[in-house]
Nanobody, 123 residues
Framework: QMTLVESGGGLVQPGGSLRLSCVVS????????MGWFRQAPGKERAFVAT????????YYEDSVKGRFTISRDNDENMVYLQMHSLSPEDTGVYFC????????????????WGQGTQVTVSS
Protein backbone atom coordinates (compact mmCIF):
# COMPACT_ATOMS: atom_id res chain seq x y z
CA GLN A 1 0.00 0.00 0.00
CA MET A 2 1.55 3.26 -1.13
CA THR A 3 1.07 6.36 0.97
CA LEU A 4 1.86 9.89 -0.11
CA VAL A 5 1.94 12.73 2.39
CA GLU A 6 2.41 16.34 1.35
CA SER A 7 3.68 19.17 3.51
CA GLY A 8 5.01 22.68 3.19
CA GLY A 9 1.89 24.57 2.24
CA GLY A 10 0.78 27.75 3.91
CA LEU A 11 -0.04 31.40 3.51
CA VAL A 12 2.40 33.46 1.49
CA GLN A 13 2.36 36.97 0.05
CA PRO A 14 2.38 37.54 -3.70
CA GLY A 15 5.91 37.24 -5.01
CA GLY A 16 6.86 34.86 -2.25
CA SER A 17 8.16 31.31 -2.31
CA LEU A 18 7.22 27.97 -0.86
CA ARG A 19 8.71 24.50 -1.05
CA LEU A 20 6.31 21.59 -1.00
CA SER A 21 7.45 18.13 0.01
CA CYS A 22 5.92 14.73 -0.58
CA VAL A 23 7.09 11.67 1.30
CA VAL A 24 6.46 8.30 -0.30
CA SER A 25 6.03 5.27 1.89
CA UNK A 26 5.00 1.69 1.38
CA UNK A 27 6.67 1.49 -2.03
CA UNK A 28 10.00 2.47 -3.53
CA UNK A 29 9.61 5.92 -5.03
CA UNK A 30 11.98 5.19 -7.91
CA UNK A 31 9.45 2.74 -9.34
CA UNK A 32 7.02 5.57 -10.07
CA UNK A 33 6.77 8.71 -12.09
CA MET A 34 5.61 11.48 -9.79
CA GLY A 35 3.43 14.49 -10.34
CA TRP A 36 2.07 17.57 -8.66
CA PHE A 37 -1.45 18.75 -9.29
CA ARG A 38 -3.48 21.56 -7.79
CA GLN A 39 -7.11 22.32 -7.28
CA ALA A 40 -8.26 25.89 -6.98
CA PRO A 41 -11.57 26.71 -5.29
CA GLY A 42 -14.45 25.84 -7.57
CA LYS A 43 -12.19 24.33 -10.22
CA GLU A 44 -11.12 20.88 -11.29
CA ARG A 45 -7.80 19.37 -10.32
CA ALA A 46 -5.13 20.56 -12.75
CA PHE A 47 -1.68 19.41 -13.75
CA VAL A 48 1.30 21.37 -12.42
CA ALA A 49 4.44 19.30 -12.99
CA THR A 50 5.68 15.78 -13.46
CA UNK A 51 9.04 14.04 -13.18
CA UNK A 52 10.11 10.67 -14.47
CA UNK A 53 11.38 7.86 -12.28
CA UNK A 54 14.98 9.02 -12.23
CA UNK A 55 14.40 12.68 -13.00
CA UNK A 56 15.50 12.72 -16.62
CA UNK A 57 12.16 13.86 -18.00
CA UNK A 58 10.25 16.80 -16.55
CA TYR A 59 7.18 18.64 -17.78
CA TYR A 60 5.47 21.75 -16.43
CA GLU A 61 2.16 23.40 -16.98
CA ASP A 62 2.78 26.53 -19.01
CA SER A 63 1.83 29.03 -16.31
CA VAL A 64 4.40 27.70 -13.84
CA LYS A 65 7.36 27.32 -16.21
CA GLY A 66 10.32 29.31 -14.95
CA ARG A 67 8.74 29.73 -11.51
CA PHE A 68 8.29 26.17 -10.23
CA THR A 69 10.82 23.36 -10.05
CA ILE A 70 9.96 19.72 -9.46
CA SER A 71 12.66 17.42 -8.12
CA ARG A 72 13.02 14.11 -6.37
CA ASP A 73 15.34 12.26 -4.04
CA ASN A 74 14.80 8.56 -4.53
CA ASP A 75 17.20 7.66 -1.74
CA GLU A 76 14.93 9.52 0.66
CA ASN A 77 11.67 8.62 -1.13
CA MET A 78 10.88 12.31 -1.45
CA VAL A 79 9.46 14.55 -4.15
CA TYR A 80 9.60 18.34 -4.02
CA LEU A 81 7.98 21.32 -5.67
CA GLN A 82 9.90 24.57 -5.27
CA MET A 83 7.66 27.51 -6.06
CA HIS A 84 8.82 31.08 -6.64
CA SER A 85 7.10 34.31 -7.68
CA LEU A 86 3.80 33.08 -6.37
CA SER A 87 0.62 34.87 -7.35
CA PRO A 88 -2.97 34.62 -6.10
CA GLU A 89 -3.70 32.46 -9.16
CA ASP A 90 -1.46 29.79 -7.62
CA THR A 91 -3.79 29.41 -4.64
CA GLY A 92 -5.21 25.96 -4.18
CA VAL A 93 -4.74 22.55 -2.68
CA TYR A 94 -1.60 20.92 -4.02
CA PHE A 95 -1.54 17.16 -4.43
CA CYS A 96 1.33 14.77 -4.89
CA UNK A 97 0.60 11.75 -7.08
CA UNK A 98 2.37 8.62 -8.29
CA UNK A 99 2.04 6.91 -11.64
CA UNK A 100 3.16 3.49 -12.79
CA UNK A 101 5.20 3.97 -15.92
CA UNK A 102 5.89 7.15 -17.80
CA UNK A 103 5.25 10.75 -16.85
CA UNK A 104 1.82 12.11 -17.63
CA UNK A 105 -0.11 15.34 -17.49
CA UNK A 106 -3.39 13.50 -16.96
CA UNK A 107 -4.69 12.97 -13.44
CA UNK A 108 -6.37 9.74 -14.51
CA UNK A 109 -2.93 8.19 -15.11
CA UNK A 110 -2.07 8.52 -11.42
CA UNK A 111 -3.60 5.83 -9.20
CA UNK A 112 -1.96 7.06 -6.00
CA TRP A 113 -2.65 10.40 -4.36
CA GLY A 114 -1.85 12.27 -1.21
CA GLN A 115 -4.36 14.24 0.81
CA GLY A 116 -3.06 17.58 -0.35
CA THR A 117 -1.57 20.67 1.23
CA GLN A 118 -3.15 24.10 1.06
CA VAL A 119 -1.29 26.95 -0.57
CA THR A 120 -2.78 30.41 -0.20
CA VAL A 121 -1.22 33.40 -1.91
CA SER A 122 -2.65 36.60 -0.55
CA SER A 123 -1.59 39.94 0.78
Amino acid sequence: QMTLVESGGGLVQPGGSLRLSCVVSGRTASAYAMGWFRQAPGKERAFVATISRFGKTIYYEDSVKGRFTISRDNDENMVYLQMHSLSPEDTGVYFCAAAIGLTSRKADDYPYWGQGTQVTVSS
